[in-house]
């Protein structure tokens, strides 16, 4: 199970850090995807990182302004968030996989143990 924070409002330009904290068991051997869903829009995936940490994928709309990271002696994944648009307006959440590839890192069904998600609002 995993445990998203670092959600809230903030105005167009500004930052934010998910983080994605993994409880009963070890992140080591995972691939850790972060995934939103705004009302109304199908879960898509975000970002993406390899369980080395050496591979990482994103979403076009993101590139340049996110970046994930993890840290395995501390069991958590995190997702910084630049220049925030109101378009990333949605519930951010992550979730495991034991494998993924570039082709297929964005298909939910590949990955398990959803957190509760983290609530992300971009508006002035």
């Known amino acids: 199970q995993f445990v998203e924070s670092g959600g809230g409002l903030v105005q167009p330009g500004g930052s934010l850090r998910l983080s994605c904290a993994a409880s009963g068991f070890s992140l080591d051997y995972y691939n850790i995807g972060w995934f939103r869903q705004a009302p109304g829009k199908e879960r898509e995936g975000v970002s993406c990182?390899?369980?080395?940490?050496?591979?990482?994928y994103y979403l076009d709309s993101v590139k340049g302004r996110f970046t994930i990271s993890r840290d395995n002696a501390k069991n958590t994944v995190y997702l910084q968030m630049n220049n925030l648009k109101p378009e990333d307006t949605a519930v951010y959440y992550c979730?495991?996989?034991?494998?993924?590839?570039?082709?297929?890192?964005?298909?939910?069904?590949?990955?398990?143990?959803w957190g509760q998600g983290t609530q992300v609002t971009v508006s002035s």
């Open positions: 990182i390899s369980n080395s940490g050496d591979s990482t």
């Open positions: 979730a495991a996989s034991p494998l993924i590839s570039a082709a297929d890192w964005m298909v939910d069904v590949l990955y398990h143990s």
